[in-house]
């Protein structure tokens, strides 16, 4: 191994790529692997956008995918030379959260970037190498190296294609379900995928990006409105039998977006949320009374989902890796931000 | 029919039986129902107290069940002198959202003792006779005359014992669930009752009352937590696997219940609310979002639960009327108020 390269971010719009030290193996149970392509995530942003303000420079990614360097003396399921697939959070796999489902909860939950339950640091995403704690648990392998057609497709399960089939989940998306995709960034359009792939027969994109409706459309959206407000619900209301949809996917995470679910659902659907709330909206209770809309999702435990993901992405039945419409090399970290910021791309891919 | 005698509300604390207008058929859809035994409900308790101003004298009451006296020409699933449940709500129990199940949004929606759609007054159910309207689509019909056992049982399915059962199916209790109860009224008490025959393993009543907590057990509890507030959350954390709950039916409609609600749940968890939002506490996104708990339920579709509870408690396998501790001649209706309001009674019946 070389001395490596890691993003690092030291304030609003200040991400760098900078050498940082070697990552090693510190517990059994942890693995080293060299990243073959990482991304920016939306919620990245917020630290890049100075929402949540960055106090000290800090490793910053939290999607990755790729070889396996080396492994601790505990880890049985991976090996050097396996690819793999590390979803945004750190996860035991074993314990009684990770077997109900919910990763995002695990009893050693840990995040990239921040420092795990003994304060010790985790690398992150964007860099060349990662020691990864509970390599175990962690990591999925693929059957074999993907190509570079597929790579974008496994990348995205690492975050968005995952967070988007929890929003699908979590609204019980179903066969001939109706459903509404509030959102049109990266995990919006994967929702669209994991609706139709879950056997929605109506899937609406809601989206006021030419660009955005048109990827929407090809991962199967039947409609497309790009009205917001009372009059994005009133169109919804029009398409879907007057009455609105069965499941909603919310994607975006305001007060704004999570009130244009509510209201896009039909008495007794179901809202499904994956967007990281941003500033705390709170959920109108007297609405949901009225209209039995119910409310379910949060952080989304891609972890879980992975396996049955990756068959469908290594079949190519699915396609999600689309939705990266930048790829840049790690050192032009900084324009992989900027571009997103801008909305000048959707996702950026990091190839190291 | 004679000159008929229906309960109406005139202000806080004053509740009484005067001599209104006899019910006749107005639609060819309305049937008159002569009242057999109704009740009081948690709810009207809100009007009683003045939570919910009373503007002006009016009818009141939600819950009974009768023999048909006259049908309109247009009726056709019930008949004069068939036994009937009326549930708390109005419906045509054909439209959409009927068809959906969500009975309490149907299009033709109407609440006892308020205006309909037209803006013609429906009568109200602590009454001797009641005009029904949508006879077809809000009555369900026994298969006989209920025995005077029975009776309490099968008024519980006008409301409280289907309003129990929702939380039980918003929370999707199964087969292995854990499940906590918030609320030790009638409808807590009957969703103790529901999640035990949709087959959950431990059903934790949350009651201070020991009365209420013995009914609780003999409904099937597998325990009792008398503490309250972050003391009840531990103590129900301690009995379910040191993680909480995977359902809980919130019954009450109070912040602190919610609050206490989602507190109890296990990460990924679903609390499945019935209580009606008493001054419109939010709901908490963050929170929900990272621990994926999830909320469902509202007002309450009871007439389509109707059938196979009706079955249950048709064949004893359900008793949910023992929640009713106090029976009155509907003459004494002012006296069923008081009791409920002074918590002397969990719930109050009364026999015109």
């Known amino acids: 191994m070389q001395v490596m390269r890691?993003?690092?971010i030291h304030g609003p719009h200040d991400v760098r790529l900078e050498t940082v030290p070697d990552p090693v193996i510190q517990r059994p149970t942890d693995a080293v692997v060299r990243v073959v392509a990482a991304c920016v995530c939306g919620s990245d942003l917020w630290s890049y956008r100075g929402v949540r303000p960055t106090t000290e420079p800090g490793r910053i990614g939290h999607e990755f995918v790729?070889?396996?360097?080396?492994v601790g003396a505990d880890v049985r399921s991976v090996r050097p030379g396996q690819f793999v697939i590390a979803p945004f959070s750190i996860a035991d796999n074993t314990c009684v959260h990770c077997r109900h489902g919910v990763h995002t909860s695990c009893e050693q939950l840990a995040w990239w970037g921040s420092p795990d339950h003994d304060g010790v640091p985790s690398d992150a995403g964007q860099g060349e190498y990662v020691r990864v704690p509970l390599a175990d648990g962690t990591l999925v392998a693929t059957p074999e190296q993907p190509s570079s057609?597929?790579?974008?497709?496994v990348l995205s399960l690492s975050d968005v294609m995952g967070t988007g089939h929890h929003a699908a989940r979590a609204a019980q998306v179903g066969p001939g379900s109706t459903v509404v995709v509030v959102g049109d960034g990266a995990v919006g359009l994967c929702a669209v995928i994991a609706a139709?792939?879950?056997?929605?027969?109506?899937?609406?994109?809601?989206s006021r990006h030419a660009d955005r409706q048109a990827l929407a459309q090809r991962f199967g959206a039947t409609d497309v409105v790009a009205e917001r407000g009372p009059d994005?619900?009133?169109?919804?209301?029009?398409?879907?039998?007057?009455?609105?949809?069965?499941?909603v996917l919310e994607c975006v995470g305001t007060k704004?977006?999570?009130?244009?679910?509510?209201?896009s659902a039909r008495p007794g659907g179901r809202v499904g949320f994956v967007g990281v709330p941003?500033?705390?909206?709170?959920?109108?209770?007297?609405?949901?009374?009225?209209?039995?809309?119910?409310?379910?999702?949060?952080?989304?435990?891609?972890r879980g989902y992975i396996p049955e993901l990756l068959e469908d992405v290594w079949s190519g039945a699915i396609q999600p890796g689309l939705v990266f419409d930048l790829v840049l090399p790690l050192a032009e970290v900084a324009?992989?931000?900027a571009a997103m910021d801008e909305r000048r791309a959707i996702k950026s891919m990091l190839l190291p």
């Open 6 to 8: 890691a993003t690092v």
């Open 66 to 70: 790729g070889v396996v360097e080396e």
């Open 149 to 153: 057609e597929l790579l974008p497709h």
């Open 196 to 206: 139709r792939r879950l056997g929605a027969e109506r899937v609406v994109a809601m």
């Open 232 to 247: 994005g619900v009133a169109r919804v209301r029009d398409l879907l039998d007057g009455i609105g949809a069965d499941c």
């Open 256 to 263: 704004e977006s999570m009130q244009q679910a509510l209201d």
């Open 278 to 302: 941003a500033g705390g909206p709170e959920l109108p209770v007297q609405q949901m009374f009225s209209t039995n809309v119910s409310v379910a999702g949060g952080v989304a435990p891609v």
């Open 335 to 337: 324009e992989a931000y």
